[in-house]
């Protein structure tokens, strides 16, 4: 499967600062989302989570959906990843690694109790944006003359975006009683979260493709997107520094 088609039609495209006005205020938005969020379990959830013991499966299915939906790293990362991706077939097999990747390394990261800081992945989960920017602008080729395995990189930061899913889940300080079927259905929420998102993503970048404007406004937009996972990094960073 091949991504790049669109990429070189669009490399020495870039549109005036009206057309980036739109990008440019989603970039701002995410960024102060971040700011506000980056660590921070809402305190109603949290306080009902440390509350209840034994099975609840409902609530943990709602944080589970509630995390990604409002999750703008993990939504940044998915957008790139689907940027030149046509097909529901090969969206779904990147999609796919993806939740396999999360899925494995948050179950595991919070039955075994990984302390790791989340300053430090969600670092790494802002270099992730970076990565697919990057990528879909066809920066490795131009620098390298290599393209690196889009499949294998996706699930690699999928295992590091389970990870800062399982550093906030050990923020709700969840009871032992109950902890397997808890788990279990805060990933079915994630999953939910993950495909409501990817829903509302692909309907939008379904209009937007059939806009003369996409492939002149593609590269800003990566552009753009970069500049958010170099924010995040830049934030996170100075998190843990501080901290």
């Known amino acids: 499967m091949k991504q790049s088609s669109c990429r070189g039609g669009s490399r ?3 549109p005036g600062f009206s057309a980036l006005q739109p990008l440019l205020a ?3 938005v995410l960024v102060m989302a971040g700011a506000a969020a980056a660590h921070a379990v809402a305190e109603g959830d949290k306080g009902y989570i440390q ?3 034994g099975i609840n ?6 944080l589970g959906a509630k995390h990604m939906v409002t999750g703008y790293d993990h ?6 990843v ?5 097909r529901l077939k090969h969206i779904g097999i990147y999609v796919s690694l993806f939740a396999i990747g999360h899925s494995t390394t948050m179950l595991l990261g919070v039955y075994y109790g990984w302390n790791v800081s989340s300053y430090l992945i969600d670092a790494i989960i802002g270099l992730s944006v970076v990565y697919k920017a990057l990528d879909n602008l066809g920066a490795y080729q131009r620098w390298f003359g290599v393209q690196p395995n889009t499949k294998v990189a996706t699930l690699i930061f999928g295992f590091f975006h389970g990870l800062g899913l399982a550093t906030k889940i050990l923020e709700y300080d969840i009871a032992e009683d109950g902890l397997i079927p808890n788990l279990l259905a805060f990933n ?7 495909l409501i998102a990817l829903t509302v993503i692909l309907i939008a970048m379904s209009y937007w493709r059939k806009t003369s404007s996409f492939l002149r406004h ?9 500049t958010a996972g170099f924010v995040l990094i830049g934030y996170q960073l100075t998190g843990y520094l501080v901290a």
């Open 218 to 226: 593609a590269y800003t937009a990566n552009v753009i997107m970069m």
């Open 82 to 86: 689907i940027f030149f991706l046509y």
């Open 75 to 80: 939504l940044l990362f998915l957008f790139g």
């Open 188 to 194: 079915v929420g994630v999953e939910i979260g993950q």
């Open 51 to 53: 509350e209840i013991s």
């Open 57 to 62: 499966l409902i609530p943990f299915v709602y």
């Open 12 to 14: 020495a495209l870039v």
């Open 26 to 28: 989603l970039l701002f």
